[in-house]
T-cell receptor
């Protein structure tokens, strides 16, 4: 069965420091991987996706993510965190052969302190 | 605003009542999805449409749930004989056709069953 794991419920980082939000996946086909961010009282916003090609993908707001097939991981990163990055982050996977539904992780709360 | 819109944003209903939610997708998107999100969890897929055809339904979508997308435009999600366990955020998303296109989410309808 397809699944996504976000092993950390919360990540705390100081402003200006690099941040990493971890994600691992388990799928039986070729994965299409996504990161979404959810701010309070706002809908999920798309950050970036990996489809194929370069393992490092760049997205919105300075975020990037690294796809590692051997470790089945897709960690979200940012070189320098901002207080405004504080939000709930979701990793998701889609397997086209199984339909187009996204399978989401439980989410990781990122807290950036000033 | 040309994003995905959902109505109502909040709904409180008594157990046993029927409720209906509406989703207006981004106009040029032909795929529409419904998800349910409970506190501390990522969104869980319920069903999706391509144009007016309902192509996939999750086992989470019990017989009390029905979704429609007449004419391939807006969609409605109806829950009959609501139960307290139906309390959740119901999210709608839309996308273009394609195996790797990202979905755009609405702000959701928060249902509370009392």
């Amino acid at each position: 069965a397809q699944s996504v794991a976000q092993p950390e419920d919360q990540v705390n980082v100081a402003e200006g420091n690099p941040l990493t939000v971890k994600c691992t996946y388990s799928v039986s086909g070729n994965p299409y991987l996504f990161w979404y961010v959810q701010y309070p009282n706002r809908g999920l916003q798309f950050l970036l996706k990996y489809i194929t090609g370069d393992n490092l993908v760049k997205g919105s707001y300075g975020f990037e993510a690294e796809f590692n097939k051997s470790q089945t991981s897709f960690h979200l990163k940012k070189p320098s965190a901002l207080v405004s990055d504080s939000a709930l982050y979701f990793c998701a996977v889609s397997v086209y052969q199984a339909g187009t539904a996204l399978i989401f992780g439980k989410g990781t709360t990122l807290s950036v302190s000033s | 605003d040309t994003g995905v819109s959902q109505d109502p944003r909040h709904k409180i209903t008594k157990r046993g009542q029927n409720v209906t939610f509406r989703c207006d997708p981004i106009s040029e998107h032909n795929r529409l999805y419904w998800y349910r999100q409970t506190l501390g969890q990522g969104p869980e897929f319920l069903t999706y449409f391509q144009n007016e055809a309902q192509l996939e339904k999750s086992r989470l979508l019990s017989d009390r749930f029905s979704a429609e997308r007449p004419k391939g435009s807006f969609s409605t999600l109806e829950i009959q004989r609501t139960e307290q366990g139906d309390s959740a955020m119901y999210l709608c998303a839309s996308s273009w056709t394609g195996e790797s296109t990202e979905a755009f989410f609405g702000q959701g309808t928060r249902l509370t069953v009392v």
